[in-house]
């Protein structure tokens, strides 16, 4: 789920499953692209590892073939849709709703549905969370952030130390940045450090670096200074571009709100 995936996922007049690509939250990005008091988070992401799609449909069809489900297949895209838009609107229960309506029309979404996992992490349902992204990381073995978000919803169960000990370990991300934040939560780093680093590399570099540096002072329950990445991330160009709202989470002390072309920060404390 890398970081920078694409929300708006196109639904084909072929039934197949809805696949995320692995590597950015424009959804919040994942993509992967984000908002935290309920906004969202948008991650836009480059696929890690792409799936095979000729293999996808051909299951895919061969599934709706015998039990009729190509309508199934179609109304469930369409709930995965609507959820994302909610989610965006900052109705994250309503997101939820919808990505288990999906499921329920189409029990092979779940197995993609890291959507889920993010609307999961902001209402506080860390245990579905991270079962959830860990069912995607079954998927995609290569899915860098879907690891790192499964680390971020165990750290809130179990604190960050015993997280560490169950953490998903994914292939190699062809984005440095990546890399280093993988191994930061991993095995333990310096948040400013990966920042610095990449504060004069590309655009989405420093925003990746100040997002994840945002998230591990969040799964260390240091408040300010995930508050100053977090909103770093957003107010950075490549952030504002994208259109990246980020909800506040375990503390819910103010709303950052990104719209795609301008930044507008509202903060409320």
Not at 14 to 30: D, E, G, I, R
Not at 195 to 210: L, T
Request: glycine share 6%; net charge neutral.
């Amino acid at each position: 789920m890398a970081i920078s995936r694409s929300m708006s996922p196109a639904i084909s007049s072929t039934p197949t499953p809805f696949y995320h690509s692995s590597s950015s939250l424009s959804f919040f990005p994942k993509t992967h692209h984000p908002s935290h008091l309920f906004q969202t988070i948008t991650f836009s992401t480059t696929p890690n590892c792409p799936r095979n799609s000729k293999t996808s449909t051909s299951v895919s069809g061969i599934w709706d073939a015998i039990t009729g489900g190509a309508g199934s297949s179609r109304e469930a895209l369409i709930a995965i849709r609507r959820g994302m838009v909610l989610f965006r609107q900052g109705d994250v229960a309503g997101s939820v709703a919808e990505f288990d309506n999906a499921i329920q029309l189409d029990p092979r979404q779940k197995a993609y549905l890291w959507q889920r996992g993010l609307s999961l992490y902001y209402l506080d349902r860390f245990e579905e969370g991270a079962e959830q992204f860990r069912i995607d990381v079954a998927q995609n073995p290569n899915d860098t952030e879907e690891s790192i978000w499964c680390f971020l919803c165990e750290a809130q169960l179990y604190g960050a130390t015993e997280a560490r000990k169950r953490f998903l370990e994914v292939g190699r991300d062809p984005r440095p940045v990546m890399r280093e934040a993988y191994n930061m939560f991993k095995d333990g780093g310096d948040p400013e450090k990966l920042v610095d680093v990449f504060s004069k590399g590309r655009e989405s570099e420093y925003f990746y670096a100040s997002l994840y540096a945002g998230l591990y002072y969040e799964s260390q329950n240091e408040t300010d200074k995930a508050k100053v990445h977090l909103v770093a991330s957003c107010k950075s160009p490549y952030g504002e571009r994208s259109g990246w709202m980020i909800i506040w989470h375990p503390w819910r002390k103010f709303i950052v709100s990104v719209e795609t072309g301008s930044c507008k920060l509202n903060l409320t404390l």
